[in-house]
């Protein structure tokens, strides 16, 4: 079992930054591929970037790719998501999310979730 409490969300103007962390705790959390998601209202969850259990490789959704990046730091069991230039439709509930296995497969789904943290853009 692992899990996942994410902080770091909040209020913040269009064009500005946020960083957006993941303490993980329970089985070892550097053997996990990781990810974020995010849920805007009304719509469905959807992918936001991942990464693999090294952090040697990551991967965007094409809507943020170039303003965010992920990060983690397996000595500190914390997953990170920075976001640059912040638009108004990135807000949402951000999650963050883990494999249970060491590299990311788009065609699969994590098997641990935080509680999610709320990003909200003000225009």
């Known amino acids: 079992q692992v899990q996942l409490v994410e902080s770091g969300g909040g209020l913040v103007q269009a064009g500005g930054s946020l960083r957006l962390s993941c303490a993980g705790s329970?089985?070892?959390?550097?053997?996990?591929?990781m990810a974020w998601f995010r849920q805007a209202s009304g719509k469905e969850r959807e992918f936001v970037a991942a990464?693999?259990?090294?952090?040697?490789?990551?991967y965007y959704a094409d809507s943020v790719q170039g303003r965010f990046a992920i990060s983690r730091d397996n000595a500190k069991n914390t997953l990170y998501l920075q976001m640059n230039s912040l638009k108004p439709e990135d807000a949402a509930v951000y999650y963050c999310?883990?494999?249970?296995?060491?590299?990311?497969?788009?065609?699969?789904?994590?098997?641990?979730w935080g509680q999610g943290t709320q990003v909200t853009i003000s225009s």
């Open positions: 999310a883990a494999y249970p296995y060491p590299y990311y497969n788009p065609t699969s789904s994590p098997d641990y």
């Open positions: 329970g089985r070892t959390f550097s053997n996990y591929a």
């Open positions: 990464i693999t259990w090294t952090g040697g490789t990551t």
